[in-house]
């Protein structure tokens, strides 16, 4: 079965400390991978995605991820956080042969000042 | 580019009474949208697949005569909660791909359903 995990429900960080998110997926066939943020009582915004090519994945407001096959992972990393950063985010796989996405439960990552 | 709206943003209704959401793709035309379903503190979950001018696909335990969608145009699907009881409050999210096959999906910003 496809899935996704994400092992960490918060994040704290430091404003200005590099931050990581975690997510591991299991899929069959290539992976799609994408990663969208989620401010209170909002929708989601695409951050990035992985669909082939350069393991590591530029993404919006200065976010990247690294997709790692022998590992199955899909880490989500910013160098220097912002306390505006602080959000919730959410993993995603696009199951196997279809437009569907499988969403992690999401991280809740807090940046202190 | 690739924005979505969605209406209503909040709306609270009585027990019984069925409230529809409206979920357009402005700048795009979309010919798959999705409609998912988020608990509070949890991830989404899909609900359904709403392909322009054919049925819904619906997963699994969603009921489709409690929650109708209808994707008459390339812009606009619509998900119609029939009857609604106060377990469907929820906060429900559509997403739309601009191309097709694996696209990036672009969310809505949702809509808060309170059933008193």
């Known amino acids: 079965a496809q899935s996704v995990a994400q092992p960490e429900d918060q994040v704290n960080v430091a404003e200005g400390n590099p931050l990581t998110v975690k997510c591991t997926y299991s899929?069959?066939?290539?992976?799609?991978l994408f990663w969208y943020v989620q401010y209170p009582n909002r929708g989601l915004q695409f951050l990035l995605k992985?669909?082939?090519?350069?393991?590591l994945v530029k993404g919006s407001y200065g976010f990247e991820a690294e997709f790692n096959k022998s590992q199955t992972s899909f880490h989500l990393k910013k160098p220097s956080a912002l306390v505006s950063d602080s959000a919730l985010y959410f993993c995603?796989?696009?199951?196997?042969?279809?437009?569907?996405?499988?969403f992690g439960t999401g991280t809740r990552l807090q940046v202190f000042p | 580019g690739a924005v979505v709206s969605q209406h209503p943003s909040r709306v609270i209704c009585k027990s019984g009474t069925s409230v529809k959401i409206e979920c357009r793709s402005l700048?795009?035309?979309?010919?798959?949208m999705f409609w998912y379903r988020q608990f509070p503190k949890q991830s989404l979950m899909l609900m359904a697949t709403?392909?322009?001018?054919?049925?819904?696909?619906?997963e699994q335990g969603v009921e489709k005569d409690k929650f109708l969608i209808n994707h008459a145009s390339l812009t606009l699907s619509t998900l119609t909660v029939t009857s609604a009881h106060p377990e469907d409050s929820s906060f429900y999210i559509c997403?739309?791909?601009?191309?097709?096959?694996?696209?990036?999906?672009?969310f809505g910003p949702g809509t808060r359903l309170t059933v008193l």
């Open positions: 700048d795009f035309q979309a010919t798959t």
């Open positions: 997403s739309a791909g601009r191309t097709g096959f694996r696209d990036t999906q672009y």
């Open positions: 992985y669909i082939t090519g350069d393991n």
């Open positions: 899929v069959s066939g290539n992976p799609y």
């Open positions: 709403s392909n322009e001018g054919s049925k819904a696909t619906y």
């Open positions: 995603a796989v696009a199951i196997y042969n279809t437009d569907k996405l499988i």
